[in-house]
């Protein structure tokens, strides 16, 4: 049986959607945050440190990065920002 998470965004995240839009991503990070749901760590997201230890982050492009925190033990996803690097 496999595990789903849930997802839960930030104030920022959700603020960082308007710009997503115009930017034309928001329907490639619709997908990646569907997939985070079934496989939290893919192999294309990086562990992060420093301010951010214990965070992952997917690159989105060149540019921006959709940074999230699994809080495994209640199976939530949360997004913490998804625009520009790290801010």
Do not use: F
């Given at each position: ?5 849930t997802?839960?965004?930030t ?66 996803i ?10």
């Amino acid at each position: 049986m496999e595990i789903i998470y849930t997802l839960s965004y930030t104030k920022k995240a959700i603020k960082d959607i308007q710009s997503l839009k115009a930017a034309k991503l928001a329907d490639k990070v619709e997908d990646l945050c569907r997939s985070l749901v079934v496989n939290p760590m893919p192999l294309y997201s990086k562990q992060l440190s420093g301010d951010l230890k214990g965070k992952r982050s997917i690159r989105i492009n060149l540019q921006h990065r959709l940074v999230y925190e699994i809080l495994e033990s209640e199976k939530i996803i949360k997004i913490l920002s998804m625009w520009s690097h790290y801010e």
